[in-house]
């Protein structure tokens, strides 16, 4: 069996953080281990506390999985510090950590701010350049680059501008731009835009780590990267589709819905990963 890591906070409310990733790793038929960064207290409704790991206890963890459980694929989502940072950036280095993606948690969905500027610019000098792909939203990557992102030609822009700083991929997510939900998938000078329609649903919690996880998770199972990102964008998609409405504030999703509607396989492929989604490729100057 294929294992995978998520280094991320842990979620009280289960919607996203560790808790969403396991989930998802684990729909995916990947084994899920894990190094609690951060533990949080929170609801649909918002974050009420966060309290960092201590050093030496992130250390541990990741040593423990790296020397017995070696994973195939990592994620990496909240960093709360300068040395939760120094310390993950340090222990994948040593361990020659594959398939590594990054998910920037500035923020989470109900507004609260997990990140100071300082913290950002360790994050992109130490652990961009390690990772094989970072999946930014719109309001994460104007942070990133400092640019305003108002459209498609923005967002390939700041994409390029990432990919020529730090020589990983990106996928930047357009879930909030006004006329489509499109991403862009950036690499080595190309865009593939990444067709992607609005779900009527207001409970979004977790979508950011569900994604990013699911690419690890594609990662871990040997897929190619663009083949990782469609598949996860097919997971992410069918489990907004089932509009879970749990609690008084932005909700989860329906981690385990193709599971419960009969559509897992033996193979551990998704019935909802067999339609076709075509990409637009374009070479992008910038």
């Not at 919607?15 to 990947?30: E, F, L, N």
């Not at 990133?144 to 020529?164: N, P, S, V």
């Not at 040997?222 to 609690?247: D, F, H, P, S, W």
């Amino acid at each position: 069996m294929k294992t995978g890591l998520t280094i991320a906070g842990s979620d009280s409310g289960g919607g996203a953080g560790i808790q969403a990733d396991i989930k998802t790793m684990t729909m995916y038929g990947v084994f899920a281990t894990s190094a609690i960064t951060a533990l949080t207290a929170q609801n649909t409704t918002g974050v009420f506390g966060v309290w960092e790991t201590p050093p030496e206890v992130l250390e541990s963890q990741l040593d423990c999985i790296f020397t017995d459980m070696r994973p195939d694929a990592v994620k990496i989502g909240m960093l709360p510090s300068e040395e939760s940072i120094r310390i993950t950036a340090e222990r994948l280095k040593r361990y020659q950590a594959a398939h590594m993606v990054l998910d920037p948690v500035m923020a989470s969905t109900s507004g609260s701010v997990f990140m100071k500027e300082q913290t950002v610019k360790a994050l992109k000098e130490q652990l961009f350049p390690l990772a094989e792909v970072v999946t930014p939203n719109l309001s994460e990557a104007e942070a990133l680059t400092g640019m305003r992102i108002q459209g498609k030609g923005d967002m390939e822009k700041a994409a390029g501008r990432i990919y020529e700083d730090w020589h990983c991929a990106v996928l930047l997510k357009g879930g909030h731009l006004r006329e489509n939900a499109d991403d862009l998938l950036y690499r080595k000078g190309r865009a593939f835009w990444l067709p992607g329609r609005r779900i009527d649903n207001p409970n979004t919690h977790g979508t950011g780590c569900t994604l990013s996880s699911a690419i690890a998770s594609g990662l871990a199972l040997g897929m190619e990267l663009c083949e990782a990102v469609i598949q996860a964008k097919r997971y992410l998609t069918g489990a907004l589709e089932q509009r879970l409405n749990l609690g008084m504030g932005n909700g989860p999703l329906d981690h385990m819905y193709s599971m419960r509607n009969g559509l897992w396989k033996k193979t551990g492929e998704m019935g909802c990963m067999q339609t076709k989604i075509e990409t637009r490729e374009r070479k992008v100057k910038i």
